[in-house]
């Protein structure tokens, strides 16, 4: 079973940036259909965005334009770049892959459509 191992979160001021990285442990990430979501407390977990195996991208609203997913295969990583971030965003952010065959051009958001989690990572903005 593949394993997904986060990194990069940490205490970012509003407007700030981070990025984060999801390995995976086998395989290169192009194998998959690869999500970020995120789960702030007291709130359910939710969808950021993902990358199908073909590398089609797809953004939850509260996110366009502000963050961006990119993978390098060398690397078996998952990259989430997040710019100006809110302090909405806080929250822990998971990586997740989708094992199972499926459609390349629909936008998974649940976190039901998704096999293997990472451990998470901690983002705090503050305001």
């Known amino acids: 079973q593949v394993q997904l191992v986060e990194s990069g979160g940490g205490l970012v001021q509003a407007g700030g940036s981070l990025r984060l990285s999801c390995t995976t442990s086998?395989?290169?990430?192009?194998?998959?259909?690869m999500g970020w979501f995120r789960q702030a407390p007291g709130k359910e977990r939710e969808s950021v965005g993902a990358?199908?195996?073909?590398?089609?991208?797809y953004y939850a609203d509260s996110v366009k334009g502000r963050f961006s997913i990119s993978r390098d295969n060398a690397e078996k990583t998952v990259y989430l770049q997040m710019n100006s971030l809110k302090p909405e965003d806080t929250a822990v952010y998971y990586c997740?892959?989708?094992?199972?065959?499926?459609?390349?051009?629909?936008?998974?958001?649940?976190?039901?459509?998704?096999?293997?989690w990472g451990q998470g990572t901690q983002v705090t903005v503050s305001s």
């Open positions: 997740a892959a989708r094992i199972r065959s499926g459609s390349q051009v629909y936008y998974y958001t649940m976190t039901y459509d998704y096999d293997t």
């Open positions: 086998e395989r290169t990430v192009s194998s998959y259909y």
């Open positions: 990358i199908s195996r073909s590398g089609r991208l």
